[in-house]
Nanobody, 114 residues
């Protein structure tokens, strides 16, 4: 089992920045990749960014967001710059472990006002 706790969401004006954090605990040795997804009202859950154990990244939002990880803290970060109202949603942390099982955090709300 892997537990994920997100933090760092909030209300920000368009053009502003936020940094989200996701701390993992439990069977962290089994994690192959961690990432962020966004759940907006009436929309499907969408990939924002993922990072693998070897540091490879993949972005659903290119150019404004940066994903990084601190292995010593078992924490993944999402730096979000130049935020837009359409970035509003619940941001969920995801971890994929050996065997392709996925774990999810509870999510953190990000609201970008125009």
């Amino acid at each position: 089992q892997v537990q994920l706790v997100e933090s760092g969401g909030g209300l920000v004006q368009a053009g502003g920045s936020l940094r989200l954090s996701c701390a993992a605990s439990g069977s962290i040795f089994s994690i192959n990749a961690m990432g962020w997804y966004r759940q907006a009202p009436r929309n499907q859950r969408a990939l924002v960014a993922i990072i693998t154990n070897n540091g490879s990244t993949n972005y659903g939002v290119k150019g404004r967001f940066t994903i990084s990880r601190d292995n010593a803290k078992n924490t993944v970060y999402l730096q979000m710059n130049s935020l837009k109202p359409e970035d509003t949603g619940v941001y969920l942390c995801n971890a994929v472990v050996t065997g392709a099982r996925a774990f999810w955090g509870q999510g953190t709300q990000v609201t970008v006002s125009s």
